[in-house]
């Protein structure tokens, strides 16, 4: 759904998608405001500190989850965003009613289908950052977060990139499962626990970002991270085996 608020012309008229009850992005309408970065995705984000201490080059980001497509607003010339959407109605959506991907410098490509078999299939993509963002409510894509499934965007980012997983979730406690995976990929992991405040339309958030190269989660633009519990009596989620009642909140 689509929900509208305010009337045209209010610096406050916005556009919020929703899914359930469940929120995937919202946009202020006003030409003054509708390319800021709202919700989950503001700079002092994990993915919003992830993608701007890539900016000393022309920057390669993937997506996965393309919601209203905000991500897009930190999109420069010379920047490649790269959007996988398993759902066309959210991709129609995206296009017709918000204009984040219309508005960015960025160039803005859309891979239909399931990201993971896209992925698969795909060459290695070299991305600075691949922002995992597919995870909400209790019906999480299980393959989405497996230990081969982080192997797989390891393999598509550079040894310096960053894969940005968005963890914020009302029930399950996912942290830790991401924590395990990058262990076992020996990659290096950090969180990164935004407060949420009305007042500037910043949603709490909750990322935790992996990469090969520790120093890549050291870089001063990353404010703040802080440790990512490993919990050892947990088994590593894989392709074989999940266990969404042992994170339940």
Do not use: C
Not at 175 to 198: I, K, Q
């Amino acid at each position: 759904r689509v929900k509208e608020y305010g009337a045209p012309g209010e610096t406050s008229h916005l556009r919020r998608l929703l899914h359930g009850v469940i929120m995937h992005g919202e946009q202020y309408l006003h030409p003054e405001h509708r390319g800021m970065l709202t919700t989950y995705y503001q700079s002092t984000s994990g993915v919003g500190m992830a993608i701007i201490s890539r900016r000393e080059h022309s920057a390669r980001v993937g997506v996965i989850g393309l919601g209203t497509g905000t991500l897009a607003a930190y999109g420069r010339r010379g920047d490649a965003y790269r959007f996988y959407e398993i759902n066309p109605q959210v991709v129609r959506l995206a296009r017709e009613k918000f204009t984040y991907l219309a508005d960015s410098d960025a160039k803005i490509e859309i891979v239909p289908g399931d990201a993971r078999l896209a992925l698969e299939r795909e060459p290695p993509q070299g991305y600075d950052v691949l922002a995992v963002d597919a995870f909400s409510s209790d019906a999480i894509p299980l393959h989405l977060i497996t230990r081969e499934a982080l192997a797989l965007y390891l393999r598509h980012v550079k040894p310096d990139g960053i894969v940005a997983f968005h963890v914020s979730n009302r029930f399950l406690d996912l942290g830790p499962v991401v924590a395990r995976l990058a262990l076992e990929n020996g990659a290096h992991v950090a969180g990164v626990y935004e407060p949420g405040d009305d007042a500037d339309a910043r949603t709490q958030s909750d990322w935790i970002l992996v990469s090969r190269d520790a120093g890549a989660l050291e870089h001063e633009e990353i404010r703040a991270p802080v440790e990512v519990e490993d919990r050892p009596q947990w088994r590593t989620w894989t392709d074989d085996y999940s266990n969404l009642v042992q994170v339940i909140k």
